[in-house]
């Protein structure tokens, strides 16, 4: 069955700190993996898109990390804002030209002053 | 370019009624997506269209749901004899093509609430 794990499920930091979610995934065939935040009551965001062959991808404070061997990917964040408290949502979709997109629970972030 | 645009934002219905999503997509956009998201969980794949074509369905998609993209611009998602189990958020996205590496871009979202 083609699912997707994040950990943790919700995380509480302070202004300026540094973490790190992360997202355990089985879908396969693999074709892509997105991040994408969302706010309270709002769509999701995209933050970041990789494919197999990609191992990191930057989006300002934002990182991902992709590990197409291990099935596991993880997001960083740098340098938090009050602005990052949101869930944060890890997206999968198998190759095939399928539009069906497999998502995560979500990690929510909660970033104090 | 004025984004994935969702209407109406709220709807509160009685049970048994039927409610009507309207989804703009991002003009040029070719694909459109519908999902379902409950309180605290992930969006959950409702359907798709390549144009005007719906490719897939999940097995959420009862028969109480319909879903059209008539000449493949704005699409509906309709919900006939709405039950307490249907209320959750629809979001609607949409993407260039069915390209690995294209951004799909989401909806703010309709709440519907049912009581």
């Known amino acids: 069955k083609n699912q997707v794990e994040q950990s943790p499920q919700s995380l509480i930091i302070l202004e300026g700190k540094n973490c790190t979610l992360q997202c355990n995934y089985t879908v396969s065939p693999f074709s892509n993996l997105r991040w994408y935040k969302q706010d309270t009551g709002r769509g999701p965001v995209s933050l970041t898109i990789?494919?197999?062959?990609?191992n990191t991808k930057s989006n300002g404070r934002y990182t991902a990390t992709l590990d197409a061997d291990t099935k596991q990917s993880s997001l960083h964040i740098t340098a938090s804002q009050l602005s990052d408290s949101a869930s944060y949502i890890c997206?999968?979709?198998?190759?095939?030209?399928?539009?069906?997109?497999?998502f995560g629970q979500g990690t929510t972030l909660q970033v104090k002053p | 370019d004025t984004g994935v645009s969702q209407n109406p934002r709220h709807k509160i219905t009685k049970r048994g009624q039927n409610v009507t999503f309207r989804c703009d997509p991002i003009s040029e956009h070719n694909r459109l997506y519908w999902y379902r998201q409950t309180l605290g969980q992930g969006p959950e794949f409702l359907t798709y269209f390549q144009n005007e074509a719906q490719l897939e369905k999940s097995r959420l998609l009862s028969d109480r749901f319909s879903a059209e993209r008539p000449k493949g611009s704005f699409s509906t998602l309709e919900i006939q004899r709405t039950e307490q189990g249907d209320s959750a958020m629809y979001l609607c996205?949409?993407?260039?093509?069915?390209?690995?590496?294209?951004?799909?871009?989401f909806g703010e979202g309709s709440w519907l609430t049912v009581v």
């Open positions: 990789m494919t197999f062959s990609e």
């Open positions: 996205a949409s993407s260039l093509n069915g390209y690995t590496g294209n951004t799909i871009y």
């Open positions: 997206v999968v979709s198998a190759s095939g030209n399928t539009g069906k997109l497999i």
